[in-house]
């Protein structure tokens, strides 16, 4: 596939969202293309299911379409920007009760990931922008960087977290907050 | 409250946010505060900025075209504006709600007191209806009044009006049922949803297909919308 280097995409993207907040139906054509699969992966990896991942999916294109105007304002990389979008409307998907994964599905969903609990990180270091950050979740502890990689990867509660690692509540409370609080140091500009 | 202004506080509740761990009520306290605090917003941008490559990492699914073919239908025509016509809602309408309150306070045949009412507005911001309901704890039968205030358009056969709840901020509305006639009625809620009212932030009205949205989601234009004050 003809795809652009990830800074083009970037610059690319951007364009395209301008061309959105203009109602050019083609450029938002363009910018689907582009980005559907990737935010219907991050959906997924949340919300588990298919069809509740479509739904979703659809939601935010038509919020990225009537928001488009909005980009410029945020500062943040399209993607970044986009991929917030479909990350917290993810979670508000969950937050409905009626939403609510039962524990079966969850373990399931958990159980299919096991074999591949390395391929985010090795994913990441693909992709030169996100060289720091894995650099950085590296250096984390073993279990900080496992409880925040099931929180954000995987979109998992502090409870669900809990339940994978069986430790009790507090524990992993305090291993992802520590967690956080060490990535986003190592995170800082001039950081070596 | 005071302890929204510690800036650890902020900050770990920010990276909590982001990193998805912030659910339920807090959650949602969280998005209202973003709402109208600027420097929050920052926060949450920095530590999406910093997360975010993350969730990219999560691997490329290709979404069905289904999903494209919704997509498309959806921002094509007048059905874009639905979106930013309830967002830009303002409260242009409460003295026509004080009013409104009091004429419901002097409601002929007794009624149990109102809880929650909204007017719902035509895109021009005239009121068309108003919607409002008692404390639906308190009703065996859950429903919401909607009474007619002035012309509006009528209701076009083969289609079927659909009433949302919005809860605010970027959720999605709700869909709180459907209805058939265009005058003034009763309209049952489904006793699972009904609990729910409380929390509306505001009500809109879309013209959708018989039976209802296919997508779960308003679909067609949405003809009123007005924000809720509680009266109770």
Redesign the interface.
Known sequence: MNRPAPDALAMRLAELLAQCAL?N?RA??EL?GLT???L???A???LRRRDW???V???C???V???AGDYAV????P??WM??IV???S??????P?HEATGEEYDIAVEAWQDDSA???E??AA?S??AA?ERC?RQLDGKQRQS??L???H????SE?AGHMKQPLGTV?TW??RG?ER??VC?QPGEA | MASYKNPQLR??LA??Y????L??RA??RFQSLMRYDSALRRIV?EW?????????????????A???R???R???GGA?RS??FWRGLAVTSSAFVLILATFIGLAPRPEPPMAMVAVMSDDKGQPALVVSWPPMKAMRDPHVRIKVVQEHPVMATGTAWEMWMLPGG???P?SRGLSTTDADQTMRIQP?LANKMEGAWGMAMSVEPQGGSP???PTGPVIFKGQCVRML
Do not use: C
Not at chain 1, 91 to 96: I, K
Not at chain 2, 18 to 21: A, L
Not at chain 2, 48 to 64: C, N
């Open positions: 109602r139906q938002f054509a689907y559907s699969a990737k219907f992966g991050v997924l990896r949340i991942a479509e739904e999916l659809q939601e294109y038509v919020s379409w009537n928001h945020q500062r943040s990389a993607l970044t991929t917030s990350r917290n409307r979670l508000d998907w969950l937050r409905r009626q391929g985010p990180l994913r990441l992709s922008e996100a950050l979740l925040i990689m929180a954000f990867y979109g998992m509660s502090h977290v409370k992802v907050r956080l990535l986003k995170l | 900050d770990r990276s909590e982001v990193i998805g761990t659910r339920g959650r949602a941008a999406e900025a910093r997360l975010t490559p993350l969730a990219a990492a999560a691997g490329e699914i290709a979404p069905p289904r999903v494209w919704a997509v498309a959806r921002i094509a874009t979106l930013p970027q959720a999605a709700v699972a997508t779960g989601a």
